[in-house]
């Protein structure tokens, strides 16, 4: 069933991404909080595999913890969305149901 | 929409706790209503009164304190994660022959029945956790 799936943890430190885009099925959303807004960005190791997912995923990014970690937008993976708080609010109201991968 | 945040991280631990209220107040201020917020794990440290950051850091209590006041928020307190960490209100503190509670203003403490109800009363279940 699509729905929202929420990672907060770096892909760096834990597998929550990969379990998480593993287990979203066509048409979900994944969103990118705290410590998972550094697999957003261009030139990692695991920028590859969030484009590859792009093709049946939306992937959303939050603003403000890319901002909190001095990090810019301009290094976001095209075709990620970000999303501040209010956009988290409204993907959580859009999709039927949540999933946070902590 | 009826909304319900489960918060399973302490404060200053990580940023969950954070994520949780900065995640309330968008949701309030979008008009929706949030049915209740409850605390489990090392969450039931967000309700102690007796925390003291340094007055240049956010006070995360105070913030759920305030929150909770100005939106007639319901923040509960899972009494067995509680009972382990040290969390007690004037009941329970009695009742655990202990010299004092320390629970905050706005938090009351009860059981997982608590969640169980909030899952199934809401619209969605938010996890803000470690």
């Known amino acids: 069933m699509p729905m929202l799936h929420t990672v907060n943890k770096s892909p760096f430190e834990r597998r929550t991404l990969d379990t998480a885009l593993r287990h979203a099925v066509k048409g979900s959303g994944v969103l990118l909080i705290e410590d998972a807004v550094y697999a957003a960005f261009e030139g990692t190791v695991v920028a590859e595999k969030v484009r590859a997912a792009l093709g049946d995923l939306k992937i959303y990014v939050l603003g403000p913890d890319i901002a909190a970690r001095g990090m810019s937008e301009k290094q976001v993976i095209d075709g990620l969305e970000v999303v501040d708080y209010g956009g988290f609010v409204d993907l959580v109201t859009e999709y039927d149901k949540v999933q946070s991968w902590l | ?37 409850f605390f489990y794990h090392d969450g039931v440290n967000n309700g102690t009164r007796f925390a003291v950051p340094p007055q240049d850091d ?57 969640l169980i109800e909030a899952g199934i009363q809401s619209d969605r279940l938010v996890i803000f956790g470690d």
């Open chain 2, 1 to 37: 929409m009826k909304l319900s945040i489960l918060v399973n991280e302490g404060p200053y631990q990580h940023q969950s706790a954070d994520s949780a209220i900065q995640f309330t107040k968008a949701a309030l201020a979008k008009g929706h209503e949030i049915f209740r917020v």
């Open chain 2, 58 to 114: 956010r006070n995360i209590t105070e913030e759920w304190t305030k929150l909770a006041k100005e939106n007639d928020l319901d923040l509960v307190i899972c009494i067995a994660a509680a009972q382990r960490r040290g969390i007690l209100d004037e009941n329970e503190a009695k009742r655990q022959g202990k010299d004092g509670d320390n629970i905050a203003e706005g938090f009351r403490i009860s059981g997982l029945g608590q």
